[in-house]
């Protein structure tokens, strides 16, 4: 996509922010003025996605791609893999990690946010099936231990066969020295898992954990936000520019988003949002608090973007680059209750 075609003022302009809840869309006519649609996200009796919906309703369009020129830009913030990740209903998921490592992830850092409590509950780990690679590569990049590529094979095949779709590679030192990981990928691919996501191509950084559960979210939630992003992107047409915000505050066309960065699109796009608004009021000292259905995020802004790229989100360590933003599966929509 060119430059030019995303800052042309001749057609449609859509801002969207696709919660759990609600779909709210912002769009600027050619002529300058502003209109807004406000739907429910889930609603399969009246449309299949609120985005498009809100998008058609505006333009006044029948169903089916939109012809070229008619819109310059759709620019969209979404909660598809926060709340996937909140409710625990991303892709069944497998990891393959390095024999002997099969429980890295479970332990984890051994924190202890409550240090005098006697019963340790750990959060639900988003894989369903670990399997041990037979290899190892040692941190100066001498092979150990070759790739046992036959037994690999079984191993992923049985996976497979159980249903499990997506993989996770995680191999030691894997971030600095491919080789391992990259072939196995292609034994991964070959027996034919859908989403295949490796550690070094995920985040190549040091530090089994970190990398570890990074690479697992991507494997988790990338499947269903390919779908959503897939199927807008076909229902809106190939001539639209769609782009999609990121963790990190920043938009990517809608072929290179993927779910280690698509955590906190939508509450990204909050904090910018609110820190302009703040600007434009006159303030530079805000604190946001956005309750969704959902979710709620909190944050903060004192005249610059608070950033971090090590970061828990719904109890998943994660080394992605990301607004600071609090998360908590406490939407408006939430039931709470006490045993």
Known sequence: MSA???????????????????????????????????????????????AVEGV???????????????????????TVATNALLERKGEPTVLAITRGFG????????????IFARHIVLHEQLYDRVVEIDERIRADGAVEQSLD??????????AHDAGLRAVAIVLMHGWRFTAHEARLAEIAREVGFEQVSVSHEVGALIKLIGRGDT?????????ILRAYVDRVGADLGEAVP????????????????????AILSGPAGGVVGMAQTARSAGFDRVIGFDMGGTSTDVSHFAGDYERTSDAVVAGVRLRAPMLS???VAAGGGSICRFD
């Open 242 to 261: 769609l782009l999609f915000m990121q963790s990190s505050g920043g938009l990517t066309a809608a072929g290179a988003f993927r779910g280690k960065d």
């Open 215 to 223: 690479t697992v979210a991507d494997a988790y939630l990338s499947p």
């Open 149 to 158: 590529e036959a037994r690999a094979r079984a191993d992923l095949a049985a």
């Open 56 to 78: 058609r309703r505006i333009l006044g369009a029948e169903p089916g791609p939109l012809p070229a020129g008619r819109v310059d830009a759709i620019r969209m913030g979404t």
């Open 325 to 327: 933003i609090h998360t």
């Open 4 to 50: 030019s075609s995303i800052l042309a003022r001749d057609g449609w302009r859509f801002w969207i922010d696709r919660g759990g809840t609600f779909t709210d869309i912002v769009a600027r006519a050619p002529d300058g003025r502003l209109e807004t649609r406000k739907l429910l996200s889930d609603n399969p009796e009246q449309y299949a996605d609120a």
């Open 103 to 114: 429980d890295a992830l479970r332990i984890g850092w051994q924190s202890r946010p409550d």
